[in-house]
T-cell receptor, first 116, second 117 residues
Framework: EPEVTQTPSHQVTQMGQEVILRCVPI?????FYWYRQILGQKVEFLVS????????KSEIFDDQFSVERPDGSNFTLKIRSTKLEDSAMYFC??????????????FGPGTRLTVL | AQKVTQAQTEISVVEKEDVTLDCVYE???????LFWYKQPPSGELVFLIR??????QNEISGRYSWNFQKSTSSFNFTITASQVVDSAVYFC??????????????FGTGTRLQVTL
């Protein structure tokens, strides 16, 4: 069964460093998302991406964040200068192209980012 | 703005008991979709069900059932004869219906279910 994959599973970095989180969405999906979950808290939307551009972004997704689809399979989230408060689990999700919002979003296993 | 409220932070039951997880939502959209996801201790998010706003039929899938009531803006989830493997955090989520664009999910704060022997 096709699934969303994410690498690495755990990333430890120093404050101020740049990190790139990678995702491979399900191959026939056209909508891509990043969410984050601070430990013990709810899952929060960061950004959605369709047709090679950002569809929507949340207040959390400030200038330190960027997303890219560098090739036909990868979808990346870059944090330019990490802060302590960026420590969280980051989930990538993808969904098919269907009319309306009835798209099930399938989530990857997550990347746990720890900023020291 | 959309909002999902899961008032139950944590529920603890003994195996074989039935348990209902509550979800109340707010939205101005006339068409919207509701979801339940399971997050086991391993951390991944597992899709359980999607309901659309114009279909209020209850749904049953094995030991799981969902009760959608538009009049009270609720989408509750019942596990019958709970098992230890049901122990997880369960999230209710909501999305609007946007044609041709990605629809973000708004999650509730989750309910941690602990099933013991």
């Amino acid at each position: 069964e096709p699934e969303v994959t994410q690498t690495p599973s755990h990333q430890v970095t120093q404050m101020g460093q740049e990190v790139i989180l990678r995702c491979v969405p399900i191959s026939n999906h056209l909508y891509f998302y990043w969410y984050r979950q601070i430990l013990g808290q709810k899952v929060e939307f960061l950004v959605s991406f369709y047709n090679n551009e950002i569809s929507e972004k949340s207040e959390i997704f400030d200038d330190q964040f960027s997303v890219e689809r560098p090739d036909g399979s990868n979808f990346t989230l870059k944090i330019r200068s990490t802060k302590l408060e960026d420590s969280a689990m980051y989930f990538c999700a993808s969904s098919e192209r269907v009319a309306g919002g009835r798209n099930e979003q399938f989530f990857g296993p997550g990347t746990r980012l720890t900023v020291l | 703005a959309q909002k999902v409220t899961q008032a139950q932070t944590e529920i603890s039951v003994v195996e074989k008991e039935d348990v209902t997880l509550d979800c109340v939502y707010e939205t101005r959209d006339t068409t919207y979709y509701l979801f339940w996801y399971k997050q086991p201790p391993s951390g991944e998010l597992v899709f359980l069900i999607r309901r659309n706003s114009f279909d209020e039929q209850n749904e049953i899938s094995g030991r799981y059932s969902w009760n959608f009531q538009k009049s009270t803006s609720s989408f509750n989830f019942t596990i019958t004869a709970s098992q230890v493997v049901d122990s997880a955090v369960y999230f209710c989520a909501l999305s609007g219906a946007s044609t041709g664009t990605a629809s973000k999910l708004t999650f509730g704060t989750g309910t941690r279910l602990q099933v013991t022997l």
